[in-house]
């Protein structure tokens, strides 16, 4: 491309190529240019490729600053895909090294117009004039690129000699109609969904066009970096974060997902072991609260979450699981089985319950929870009924819930026939409440077995009686897995296991882990009748079956518990009361 000489208004000739001034204080002519074209593009593709060497190449002599391992990862992502998406802790620096990036990209790609967007546009602009001083004083061979650097209150703005943009950009209305070719949604976990997907990603419906008007076909064009610190499961930023992960798994050419914990800025001296002691320390601390800043993990419930998170939480009390009846010589203790039943998409969940019968009420913990049909080989319902038969077996319990709607049908066929098993039958069990399965049709069947058909009218009792059997302790669940896992390690004989004994054995806390986020992810659904308790999934992605068990298993337990103390108030009747009273003294 040729290049043009004009005399400047003081007399100066000045160069250009493509109506870019050059000013480097060297004169490169056509013919050097053309000369050495093979050496200008092999440095366009390494700095592009691997701009944190053009950082090294660039950091002033009399500068300290190193870019550590991580944000080189980063910097190189930036770079290679069109979607980026970044969890990390505080102290991770991820503003900075997301603007740096976007610098360099604005640089190496001429006309690019870049923006950042964080919650709000006041924030957006005062964090990115913050970052923005701070990398130019870092390098001042960047700050040489920009021919316009424009600061308000609300607008921040970098125009660069090479004619690109970078700017911030609020989640307003007013917004629409612009254009970016890329840019940084910072702090996703605290945008507005709605106008992140109808004002702001649609800034980025064209592509960017060299001088020649031209699309680069090899260019990673509508490039999103979403960067944020974990929030809760079921938000946007969740759903968001999981879109990405499986985009990368089906074209890992296109999407890269990043994250870590406070370990690795610690490592690197932006965080003090001291100060994270100190809050862990901290009468105020909360596990989930530090999980989301500090470790980069979801957690907890939605902010329109029916159950409260936080609070059941407390819940999670019970270290040990059972595997099979436990009694202790006990006679007001006896074991019930709640089964939700799914084949296809959804899973087949036991619900084990240990239930105490008290003076005046029953109490519940759930001491385990199985899942039937994990494979294809054993989905089919005549493996599900020879599993979930070997549990009786095991816990002898009262009763067997059953879930007899829909695929549950299919289930019972198979439960009201003996099953074998190398050599060993397992007896038939019929229901106690079913006709269609009860003892005139099967009568060599044990009855065992109680359906459970719910309908409208009856889910909102069933909701109901779960939420307050929970919300008033009356419940206990197993401990979180970590906890377990701690504990475990501490021990010689946890050291001593082998790594699929230990996974065994902190299975039931993972699945109870699953149980609750179900829970989170439940919220109520507008009916008209403020009465009527209707539930609806927040992500749709996520399955129910762990709380459906669950509910339905507490339901029945109330129903027994209800018989159990009407029918010993009736006993009482009759039975003379004698009172005696002693003289004054």
């Known amino acids: 491309m040729e290049i043009e000489t004009k005399i400047n208004s003081m007399g100066v000739q000045k160069y250009y190529r493509d109506g870019i001034e050059i000013e480097k204080g060297i004169i490169l002519l056509q013919e050097r240019i053309d000369k050495n074209m093979e050496l200008y593009q092999k440095y366009c593709w390494l700095f592009t490729t691997y701009p944190d060497l053009f950082i090294d190449l660039i950091t002033p002599s009399d500068q300290a600053f190193k870019l550590f391992f991580y944000q080189r990862i980063f910097l190189r992502a930036c770079m290679r895909y069109r979607y980026v998406y970044t969890i990390a802790p505080r102290a991770f620096s991820k503003t900075f090294i997301s603007i740096l990036a976007i610098i360099l990209q604005c640089i190496f790609m001429p006309r690019s117009k870049r923006f950042i967007c964080a919650p709000k546009k006041e924030q957006s602009g005062k964090v990115a004039k913050e970052k923005f001083d701070e990398i130019f004083d870092l390098f001042p061979l960047l700050r040489n690129e920009v021919a316009k650097y424009t600061t308000s209150t609300d607008n921040v703005k970098l125009v660069f000699k090479n004619l690109s943009v970078f700017d911030v950009v609020a989640a307003l209305d007013s917004q629409r109609g612009g254009r970016r070719h890329g840019g940084l949604i910072d702090e996703s976990r605290d945008q507005d969904p709605d106008l992140i997907s109808e004002v702001v990603l649609p800034l980025m419906n064209v592509d960017r066009r060299n001088a020649k008007g031209l699309v680069n076909p090899n260019e990673k064009h509508q490039q999103q970096l979403w960067m944020s610190s974990a929030g809760t499961k079921g938000s946007y930023c969740y759903d968001k974060l999981i879109e990405v992960m499986e985009m990368e798994i089906i074209d890992p050419e296109v999407a890269f997902v990043f994250g870590c914990d406070f370990r690795v800025p610690m490592m690197h001296g932006l965080l003090s072991k001291q100060y994270m002691n100190e809050i862990k320390m901290s009468s105020t601390y909360k596990d989930d609260s530090f999980a989301r800043e500090y470790l980069g993990l979801f957690t907890g419930s939605a902010a329109d979450s029916w159950f409260d998170y936080e609070k059941m939480i407390k819940y999670r009390r019970l270290v040990n699981?059972?595997?099979?009846?436990?009694?202790?010589?006990?006679?007001?203790?006896?074991?019930?089985?709640?089964?939700?039943?799914?084949?296809?998409?959804?899973?087949?969940?036991?619900?084990?319950?240990?239930?105490?019968?008290?003076?005046?009420?029953?109490?519940?913990?759930?001491?385990?929870?199985?899942?039937?049909?994990?494979?294809?080989?054993?989905?089919?319902?005549?493996?599900?009924?020879?599993?979930?038969?070997?549990?009786?077996?095991?816990?002898?319990?009262?009763?067997?819930?059953?879930?007899?709607?829909?695929?549950?049908?299919?289930?019972?066929?198979?439960?009201?026939?003996?099953?074998?098993?190398?050599?060993?039958?397992?007896?038939?069990?019929?229901?106690?409440?079913?006709?269609?399965?009860?003892?005139?049709?099967?009568?060599?069947?044990?009855?065992?077995?109680?359906?459970?058909?719910?309908?409208?009218?009856?889910?909102?009792?069933?909701?109901?009686?779960?939420?307050?059997?929970?919300?008033?302790?009356?419940?206990?669940?197993?401990?979180?897995?970590?906890?377990?896992?701690?504990?475990?390690?501490?021990?010689?004989?946890?050291?001593?296991?082998?790594?699929?004994?230990?996974?065994?054995?902190?299975?039931?806390?993972?699945?109870?882990?699953?149980?609750?986020?179900?829970?989170?992810?439940?919220?109520?659904?507008?009916?008209?009748?403020?009465?009527?308790?209707?539930?609806?999934?927040?992500?749709?992605?996520?399955?129910?079956?762990?709380?459906?068990?669950?509910?339905?298993?507490?339901?029945?337990?109330?129903?027994?518990?209800?018989?159990?103390?009407?029918?010993?108030?009736?006993?009482?009747?009759?039975?003379?009361?004698?009172?005696?009273?002693?003289?004054?003294?």
């Open 321 to 585: 699981p059972e595997n099979a009846q436990k009694l202790e010589g006990k006679d007001n203790v006896f074991y019930f089985l709640s089964v939700d039943v799914g084949r296809l998409s959804c899973q087949t969940v036991v619900t084990v319950f240990k239930v105490f019968r008290l003076e005046n009420e029953f109490r519940m913990n759930v001491v385990n929870i199985y899942v039937l049909g994990k494979t294809p080989e054993t989905k089919h319902f005549s493996i599900q009924a020879l599993d979930l038969k070997k549990l009786i077996a095991q816990f002898n319990p009262t009763e067997v819930l059953i879930d007899g709607n829909g695929l549950g049908v299919g289930l019972l066929d198979y439960m009201v026939k003996p099953s074998y098993d190398d050599g060993f039958v397992y007896p038939a069990y019929n229901s106690i409440n079913d006709d269609d399965y009860g003892r005139k049709l099967y009568p060599d069947g044990i009855p065992l077995i109680y359906v459970m058909k719910d309908n409208n009218s009856l889910d909102s009792k069933i909701h109901g009686n779960c939420y307050t059997k929970i919300s008033s302790g009356k419940v206990q669940f197993l401990a979180r897995e970590q906890e377990v896992k701690n504990k475990l390690l501490g021990t010689k004989v946890g050291q001593k296991m082998t790594p699929e004994k230990r996974i065994a054995r902190v299975i039931p806390h993972e699945l109870t882990t699953r149980l609750f986020e179900e829970m989170a992810n439940l919220r109520l659904k507008p009916t008209g009748n403020g009465m009527d308790i209707k539930l609806e999934q927040i992500n749709g992605r996520m399955t129910k079956d762990k709380f459906s068990s669950l509910e339905y298993g507490l339901w029945r337990i109330k129903e027994i518990e209800e018989e159990y103390y009407k029918k010993k108030r009736r006993n009482s009747k009759g039975k003379r009361t004698l009172t005696f009273y002693t003289k004054r003294g």
